[in-house]
C-alpha cells in the first residue's frame, strides 16, 4: 500500500524560503513519478512540479524560477524548494505519485498525501 505524508509547511514572510518534504513508502513507489501540486482557497488545485524515478523534473511556467523539485530514492522522499515567496503562493502543498506517463495533469497520479498548509504573509 502506498502511503504519502508531506510535511515542511508553515508561516513565513513574503521574500522567504520553506522546504517541504514528501515521505513516500510502498513497493512500487520508487518507480513512480513523484509531484507536487497546491490548492489554495476557492481554487482548484493545481500543477507545481514532477520529478520522475530517474531524476527528469518539469515545472509549471510561473514557479520554475523559485521552485525546485528533487527526490532522493534511498530516503524515499520528494522535496519542495521553495524561495522568493510570495502572498500567492499560500496553498496547501500536495505531494501525489504516479506510475503512468510523466504528467501535469492530475487524474495521472494515483496517489495522494493529506497536504501540508503554507502562508505566505506580505
Known amino acids: 500500500q502506498v502511503q504519502l505524508v508531506e510535511s515542511g509547511g508553515g508561516l513565513v514572510q513574503a521574500g522567504g524560503s520553506l522546504r517541504l518534504s514528501c515521505t513516500y513508502s510502498?513497493?512500487?513507489?520508487?518507480?513512480?513519478?513523484m509531484a507536487w501540486y497546491r490548492q489554495a482557497p476557492g481554487k482548484q488545485r493545481e500543477f507545481v512540479a514532477h520529478?520522475?524515478?530517474?531524476?527528469?523534473?518539469d515545472y509549471a511556467d510561473s514557479m520554475q524560477e523559485r521552485f525546485t523539485v528533487s527526490r532522493h530514492n534511498g530516503k524515499n522522499t520528494l522535496y519542495l524548494e521553495m524561495n522568493s515567496l510570495k502572498p500567492e503562493d499560500t496553498a496547501v502543498y500536495y505531494c501525489?505519485?504516479?506510475?503512468?506517463?510523466?504528467?501535469?495533469?492530475?487524474?495521472?497520479?494515483?496517489?495522494w498525501g493529506q497536504g501540508t498548509q503554507v502562508t505566505v504573509s506580505s
Open positions: 501525489a505519485a504516479s506510475l503512468g506517463v510523466p504528467s501535469s495533469h492530475r487524474e495521472r497520479y494515483t496517489w
Open positions: 510502498g513497493a512500487t513507489v520508487g518507480a513512480a513519478t
Open positions: 520529478v520522475t524515478s530517474g531524476g527528469t523534473t
